[in-house]
């Protein structure tokens, strides 16, 4: 069972954030969402106010097998500009650990140098923040230990893909059958 942090700014994404949390909990892993806002109470772009589990301070990052960012604005700026976040993606990555990030949120990593010379997606339109990467256009794209995701579209293949790299194959499948995933992607 892997530990995963995911942060939660105002003017998060609804979907790229909560449908990965879904997922990965059905798969068996814990899930702590974490909010960098000093209040457990965190309002999405679109009006939605959530209970985060952990405030930023509260939260053992040292303990994390994954890191997650989802996007939305302007909660992907207020991630790239809370320096907690920064250093502990950067203390992250010097381990060797998993991060994602999805939609607009690549641009932190991009602010940080954690794509240069790596392969990412991001929503159309920010792919200019992804300082050093290349740029796919795919709905995910997994380059060593970083997941990327393109937006609320791709949530789920995205969510799917990461409980694949932490569980296998198998358990991701069996779960996207139970979830009817498989069945709208036409894989009954």
């Known amino acids: 069972m892997a530990k995963i942090f995911e942060f939660l700014a105002e003017g998060f994404e609804e979907i790229e954030a909560l449908a990965p949390v879904d997922i990965l909990r059905r798969g068996g892993h814990e899930v702590h969402t974490v909010s960098v806002t000093g ?10 106010t959530v209970k ?18 989802p996007g939305g604005m302007p909660g992907s700026v ?5 320096e907690g976040v ?42 200019t923040y ?16 970083i997941i990327t995701g393109e937006g609320p579209a791709a949530t789920l293949p995205y969510a799917y893909e990461i409980l694949s790299m932490l569980s296998g194959e198998e358990v991701s499948r069996q779960l996207q059958r139970k979830m009817q995933y498989a069945h709208l992607m036409g894989e009954i």
């Open 78 to 82: 207020n991630l790239n500009t809370h």
């Open 52 to 69: 985060a589990d952990l405030l930023f301070e509260e939260a053992d990052l040292s303990t994390a097998d994954l890191l997650l960012l």
């Open 130 to 145: 992804l300082e050093g990467a290349e740029y796919t256009g795919e709905l995910f794209t997994v380059d060593g230990n």
């Open 39 to 48: 209040a457990l109470w965190v309002t999405s772009s679109h009006g939605i």
């Open 86 to 127: 920064r250093l502990a993606l950067l203390t992250h990555d010097e381990r060797g650990k998993r991060i994602g990030a999805i939609c607009a949120a690549p641009m932190v990593l991009g602010s940080l140098g954690l794509l240069q010379g790596r392969r990412a997606t991001c929503s159309p339109g920010f792919e």
